[in-house]
């Protein structure tokens, strides 16, 4: 049982194959999960458009997240966090090379489409 | 507006007075905050005791939380998490003296008595 954020990395990040997804944990209307990023982004032109509320926190790391209603890419460094509302059009436009980033998000609000521990994401390229 | 974890700290967490509660998030349902310990710990034989649930990560620093029905204090160090379920007695045995633990708590759940943004919690003594 996973219990702590810089440990017990999955394969797949520590091998920097793809960027992974762990449910920390999993109640009616909240949902928090650990993303380990190692250089991934989001696919050219894909935007997250989600059904409920994300706060995500920038742990450990450095990325760039851009919203469709912005000019400019805002870059996130540990420690920094941002509520991103339901609905509001975002990507991931870089993350450290290099490095692993790890992300906190809370998923709260709507969850209603929760039926599967599968985040409703793409798999993100590097 | 707070948006970094590691900045901006209140003057009573940087002069090490008490320990500081700040809403980083406010929601129906769900609650965010930063707390910053600076050696304090709960009073003798007081235990949290809330209505909702909690989860609590330790961002940085160091942590000792104690719970009624257990024997054992548990030291939580940086990036461990824990989850209280609403109603669970526990209190903080400890946090480290001479630096600053940062909590990341996230409480959830039954939040009908938000009224408020003061936390239902004492003032903890060093």
């Known amino acids: 049982m996973l219990s702590n954020l810089f440990r017990?990395?999955?394969?797949?990040?520590?091998?920097?194959?793809?960027?992974?997804?762990?449910?920390?944990?999993?109640h009616p209307g909240i949902r928090i999960e650990r993303i380990i990023s190692t250089g991934q982004a989001s696919p050219v032109d894909f935007w997250?458009?989600?059904?409920?509320?994300?706060?995500?926190?920038v742990v450990q790391g450095?990325?760039?997240?851009?919203?469709?209603?912005?000019d400019r890419v805002r870059e996130l460094q540990a420690g920094d966090f941002v509520n991103i509302a339901a609905q509001r059009q975002h990507r991931v436009a870089w993350t450290a090379a290099g490095e692993t980033t790890i992300w906190l998000a809370v998923h709260y609000g709507d969850l209603t489409s929760q039926a599967t521990d599968a985040p409703a994401t793409p798999a993100r390229q590097m």
């Open 62 to 70: 450095s990325a760039g997240l851009q919203f469709a209603d912005e």
């Open 48 to 57: 997250y458009c989600q059904p409920q509320d994300e706060w995500v926190l």
């Open 8 to 26: 017990d990395f999955p394969a797949a990040a520590l091998n920097a194959q793809e960027e992974t997804f762990e449910a920390l944990l999993a």
